[in-house]
């Protein structure tokens, strides 16, 4: 049974950082591209984030390019999420997903339960 857990997510003033975690199990994580989307009220979800199995070539939407950073850890079977800067803008709920093909990450085999992060101005 496949399983990504979110962590990290919180309240932070505008300017904070926060940092997300996704931990892997039951699927051979190393393979797999890995990303993070997030949901605001009343929004679709999108984009945010992504990486392919070895860690290169990360990939940003715009408006979060220079203040997110993803990262993973294969030993550890998890995907990072740095958020510095943060903004009102980037209050949703965040979303990590598993894809054995990174061009499908939107509709990704699996996904997790989702984080709240909550950014005050």
């Known amino acids: 049974q496949v399983q990504l857990v979110e962590s990290g997510g919180g309240l932070v003033q505008a300017g904070g950082s926060l940092r997300l975690s996704c931990a892997a199990s039951g699927l051979t994580f190393s393979i797999y591209s890995m990303g993070w989307f997030r949901q605001a009220p009343g929004k679709e979800r999108e984009f945010v984030a992504d990486i392919n199995w070895s860690g290169s070539r990360p990939y940003y939407v715009d408006s979060v390019k220079g203040r997110f950073t993803i990262s993973r850890d294969n030993a550890k079977n998890t995907v990072y999420l740095q958020m510095n800067s943060l903004k009102p803008e980037d209050t949703a709920v965040y979303y990590c997903?598993?894809?054995?093909?990174?061009?499908?990450?939107?509709?990704?085999?699996?996904w997790g339960q989702g984080t709240q992060v909550t950014v005050s101005s």
């Open positions: 997903a598993a894809d054995r093909t990174r061009a499908q990450l939107s509709q990704a085999d699996y």
